[in-house]
């Protein structure tokens, strides 16, 4: 079974997207939502800077985009793809790509949510300097308990003892200070305390956004939540879980386990991909990965799509 996978904030580096738009009708679709974006995705991919694009408000819509731009250059032809791909999951503002990716969002309204969803954010991040680490390893009662001690939060559980705390520039410092036993610490290029209560003015303000768009439908593909690694099959409840993620773990760890329990064999991740299929590599043993970071890539990429395709469809028919 053939899973579509898109990766969160932190992923995007500098001009990621510059050997996509040497394709024919990159730059054009790319300019062409720029406009809902709200940003000019074509630089803002090829020339911003790391610190530029580090901005919640600017990675976002970019992150999106770069995943809704790779996906059509692998499945030019939507309806043939959804046949094709047996789930789909993202992590953090992944889930919107994989929203739009299952049929849930048109391209329009991800990148009109994703717009409000990045200002939102930088705006509740910019009331009080907050940040993320990544800690790698240690004992999991005492990482927890060290999280606790210093008033953070597992934002993240990535599975294979990653977690991602979040909080205060000071509470991070603390930890720095008196990290777990064996535990790795790895600072996240992010501009705050994403998936915490730092965030609640975030949730507000999508809530508001929500009802707005009109074009919602239930999912055409399995959709792979990261509140609890369910597979939602209602576009109302997929919209409800994107608004309150915000501000709630994500539970990869559990999507994870989902992908596993659903048979998957292959796993692509869109572009700028690297982050989940290491994780995935580590975590679902034998599964065949993929990650999209450039045109040179799509060939590999569609002999993995023809030889785990529709390959669920097949075994039920």
Known sequence: MLVIVAPGQGAQSPGFLSPWLELDGVADRLRGWSEVAGLDLVRAGTEASAEE??????????????????????????????????????HSVGEITAAAGAGVLTAHDALTFVRERGRAMAEAAAVTETGMLALLGGEPE???????EHGLTAANNNGGGQIVAAGT????????????????LVALKVAGAFHTEHMAPGVER????????TSVADPKVRYVSNKDGAVVDSGAEVLARLV??????????LCMETLGQLG???????????????????????????????????DKARALVAEHGGQEQENQA
């Open 206 to 213: 999508l809530a508001e956004l929500a009802p707005t768009l």
């Open 53 to 90: 694009i580090k901005d919640t408000a600017v990675a976002q819509p970019l992150l999106v985009a770069a995943g809704l731009v790779t996906a059509r250059e692998l499945f030019p032809d939507e309806d043939a793809a959804r046949a094709l791909v047996g789930a789909v999951a993202g």
């Open 169 to 184: 520039l000071d509470q991070l410092e603390a930890l720095k200070a008196d990290p777990p036993t064996r535990s790795k």
């Open 264 to 298: 998957a064999t292959a796993v692509i991740e869109l572009s700028p991909a690297g982050t989940l299929t290491a994780l995935l590599k580590r975590n679902l043993k034998g599964v065949a990965t993929l990650a999209l970071k450039t045109p040179a890539d799509l």
């Open 142 to 148: 005492e990482v927890a308990a060290k999280l606790a």
């Open 244 to 253: 309150s993620q915000v501000s709630n773990p994500v539970r990869w760890d």
